[in-house]
């Protein structure tokens, strides 16, 4: 399976993401980590990249594409992957077509949140600085405060995750990102949820279409 998992921020797609790649085999590629994980190591990429996660803004697909493309063509991911955060514009969509041209994505989940819900999770969102898994402070807190349940390192507060910076990354979902969720329903691939309810109950949805496209 290939699958693309879209939503705004804060939707819920690494949430989710991570309760199903190992149990249905799939790599997943967040590009958001793959980019964070760029700006700590200081690489050339890290360092362009920086200046646009810092500010909420998107980073210029050409630096995007060819690291996600890289990424996917991967050994690991020949037998399924999940991108999360990827395609978020018209042209990486294209892109990945194009990347894909032999293996197309299979299905895009489009986690449908209310706005209200998204500046509550994003803010209360905590994350761990070395796996990334992702808390939350109040719906989804790890067993030790601070302390990521899955490796035991600290948990911190993601710089673009500050009350200011939702309303930029929402504006950019709107602007940028709905036009990618358009391409997929014209091309009937899109299963849109409701990602305003629990995270169980989104999660049991999300193992009945999976299992579906098993
Ligand atoms: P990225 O890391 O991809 O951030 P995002 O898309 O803004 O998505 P989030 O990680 O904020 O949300 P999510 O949907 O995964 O939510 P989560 O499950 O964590 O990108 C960061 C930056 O990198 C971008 O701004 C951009 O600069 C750059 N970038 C990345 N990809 C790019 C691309 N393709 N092109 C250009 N630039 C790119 O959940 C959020 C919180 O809510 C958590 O605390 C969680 O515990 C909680 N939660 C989850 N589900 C529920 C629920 N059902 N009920 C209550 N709480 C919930």
């Not at 293996?103 to 905590?126: A, K, M, N, W, Y």
């Not at 504006?171 to 949820?193: H, L, P």
Request: glycine share 8%.
């Amino acid at each position: 399976m290939r699958l693309v998992f879209l939503g705004a921020p804060g939707a819920g797609k690494g949430t989710q993401a991570a309760k199903v790649v190992d149990e249905f085999g799939l790599v997943h590629v967040a590009t958001g980590d793959l980019l964070r994980a760029e700006v700590a190591a200081k690489s050339e990429l890290g360092v362009k990249a920086r200046a646009f996660m810092d500010a909420g803004r998107l980073v210029p697909d050409d630096l995007v594409v060819s690291m996600l493309t890289a990424r996917v063509a991967e050994d690991d991911c020949k037998s399924g992957f999940l991108l999360d955060g990827f395609p978020r514009t018209l042209p990486q969509a294209e892109e990945l077509d194009r990347a894909l041209v032999d293996h197309p994505v299979t299905r895009s989940l489009f986690f449908e949140v209310s706005d209200e819900q998204i500046v509550g999770r994003i803010t209360g969102r905590r994350t761990c600085s070395e796996c990334g898994a992702a808390y939350h402070v109040s719906a989804h807190p790890p067993k030790v405060e601070g302390v990521c349940d899955r490796c035991g390192k600290a948990l911190i507060q993601r710089q673009d995750d500050r009350e200011e910076l939702v309303k930029e990354r929402l504006a950019i979902f709107r602007d940028q990102t709905s036009a990618v969720v358009r391409y997929y329903k014209d091309k009937n691939m899109v299963t849109t949820i409701d990602a305003d309810r629990s995270v169980e109950a989104i999660s049991v949805e999300v193992h009945e279409i999976l299992r579906g496209l098993a």
